[in-house]
């Protein structure tokens, strides 16, 4: 424990004279996210061509409602995915809340019943409640839920045909022109309230601060690099120090680096960024949680780099695998683009990135609302990530020593 001490507080005093790299290591999120906090505030053009995904409860299981599911199908725009079962109601809310895919469809079982005796009655009142409920996840954009919505009144329109659905409604025989206002009930996935719509700095803040933390690739990997050139490593090795005991020096002190950006960049969200127009941060109820999901991705953050540093035998190669690998990580788990305007293959994808798993995990606290229970399962993947990378770093190296 003392040798483990003595070498964090080694690391400590080396951080400590590279006032430069800290500089960067904290300048340079806060400035991605003031400026793409500004950037996105400008709606972000939807894809029209992007095969949307929806999840469909049926109750009804009748003629009418299995038409409506085959002209889903015929559209070419919409790929119905029928949940089935006692826990569809709740696999339905989890998946939506995951935000894979943004969009799902509950047919009542009153739907064919309530159709046919509209139809019957010209005369009747216009019934007001939804013909069938449009559910949403909390990170799809105005624009994909405007068109989604759009598209499912378009099919119910033309369910019995304009005519029929016009005395459905209520409305006169040989109604035309204009769109039919047909009645359906919206719902946002969420634990009993509408959770808040996805801005520029919600998106921003917590794609940017993931990036951020796992941007210690660099300095961590060249000052462990460094060591191993000048005989350092070398030297504690033939004290007979673990390779694992050397690895886990690193982590304490890169740890408080990346929680000292966490607090930094959340702040530039909540104060810095409305003093230049963009949107005011809102951290959600779930403190611990963030600090719970924080720590996970510093860990994980860690563990990569000391990973890339094994791994690599000069500065070059791990500033340059290092780099290459965070921006790919980061395009594929939601930081460059988000995950919402991602086609539905590349939204598969990002479940492989970790930098996905932590900003699934941040979006939970800030955007959804959620409790801090809600981050264990991406808290665990990323620990789990670390430990591994961790591991394969401390055996690279003893595997060097030989």
Known sequence: MDTLLALVLKELRVL?????????????????????????????????????????????????????????????????????????????????????????????????????????????????AGLVTLYYAPTALPQARALFRVSVTALLASLEGRQLVARLLGGPPGTSGGMLHIPVTEVVAGHGVEARMPNAVQQSVPAWLVFAMFFVVIPLSTALIVERQQGSLLRLRSLGIPALTVMLARVPPYYLINLGQMLAMLAVGVWVVPLLGGNTLNLGHAPFGLFLIGSATSFAAIGFALLIAAIARTSIQATTFGGVANLALGAIGGVMVPTAVMTPFMQQAAGFSPMAWALNGFLDIILRDESWTAVLPDAGKLTLFGLICLLLAAASMRRADR
């Open 16 to 128: 400590g004279r590279d006032r430069h790299g800290l500089l960067v290591l904290f300048l340079m999120p806060a400035i991605f996210i003031c400026i793409m906090s500004l950037v996105l505030r400008a709606p972000i053009a939807e894809h029209n061509d992007t095969l949307q995904s929806v999840l469909v409860i049926d109750h009804d299981g009748g003629p009418l409602a299995k038409t409506l599911l085959a002209q889903m199908r015929a559209v070419g725009k919409l790929r119905p995915t029928l949940l089935t079962g006692a826990d569809a109601a709740a696999e339905l809310q989890r998946r939506l809340r995951a935000g894979t895919p943004q969009f799902g469809l509950l047919i009542p079982a009153d739907f064919g019943r309530r159709v046919e005796s509209s139809i019957g009655d010209v005369h009747a009142k216009p019934d007001t």
